[in-house]
C-alpha cells in the first residue's frame, strides 16, 4: 500500500512540475522587449508600443483572411458558373446533332405511303420532340405567323395578296433551347404589291 501511495504522490508532483514547467514557458514569451535597465514607464511604454504594432498585425492579417476568403467564394461560384456553362453547351451540341434527324424525319415523313409505318413513325418523331422538350427544347411558331426576323430567315418571298409580311410556308423548323434561339426556322414570306 505505501507503494502505491508513494507512485501516486510521485504521478502527482510530476503533473505539478509540468503544468509549472507550462506556465513559466506562457510566462516567458519573448516580446522582444528587454526588462533589464528599464525603468517602469519605459517598459509600459515599450510594451503599449509592441501592443500597438501587434493590433495592427492582426488587423491586416484579419483583412488578408476576409479577402482570402472572398477569392476563394468567388472563385467557388466562377467554377459552378463554369460547369453549368459547359454542360449547357454539351446539351446545345447533342440537341443540335439531333434536330437534323428531326428534318429528315419531316422530309421522309413525304415519302411515306403505307398508313401503319406512318403512324408509327409518327410515334418515334413525337417520343424523339418530348424527349428532347425535357431539356428545354421547343418549336418556333410559325404557322399563321407575322414574320419575324429575330426567330425567322426568310428564304423566299411568295406574291399574295392579304398576306404581306405573313410566314406563307415554313421550309425547315426553327427551335428555341431554354428561351435563346437555337435555330431560325426557315420559312417563305407572302408580299403584295
Wanted: a negative charge.
Amino acid at each position: 500500500m505505501k507503494k502505491n501511495e508513494e507512485e501516486k504522490l510521485n504521478n502527482e508532483q510530476e503533473v505539478e512540475t509540468a503544468a509549472e514547467a507550462e506556465v513559466e514557458e506562457a510566462e516567458e514569451v519573448d516580446l522582444g522587449i528587454m526588462r533589464e535597465g528599464m525603468s517602469d514607464e519605459d517598459y509600459i511604454s515599450a510594451l503599449e508600443e509592441k501592443l500597438g504594432k501587434t493590433i495592427a498585425e492582426l488587423s491586416s492579417c484579419t483583412a488578408l483572411m476576409q479577402r482570402l476568403q472572398a477569392d476563394f467564394d468567388n472563385y467557388r461560384k466562377r467554377n459552378a458558373s463554369l460547369a453549368e456553362d459547359m454542360k449547357q453547351l454539351g446539351q446545345t451540341i447533342v440537341i443540335e446533332k439531333l434536330l437534323s434527324v428531326l428534318d429528315n424525319c419531316d422530309l421522309a415523313r413525304k415519302f411515306l405511303q403505307d398508313e401503319a409505318s406512318l403512324t408509327g413513325f409518327n410515334m418515334m418523331e413525337t417520343q424523339i420532340l418530348s424527349a428532347l422538350e425535357g431539356f428545354g427544347l421547343e418549336a418556333v411558331k410559325t404557322e399563321d405567323a407575322d414574320f419575324d426576323a429575330k426567330l425567322m430567315s426568310a428564304v423566299e418571298r411568295v406574291k399574295c395578296e392579304g398576306k404581306n409580311g405573313k410566314v406563307m410556308e415554313t421550309l425547315a423548323k426553327g427551335y428555341m433551347l431554354n428561351g435563346k434561339l437555337l435555330r431560325p426556322a426557315s420559312v417563305k414570306v407572302g408580299y403584295s404589291e
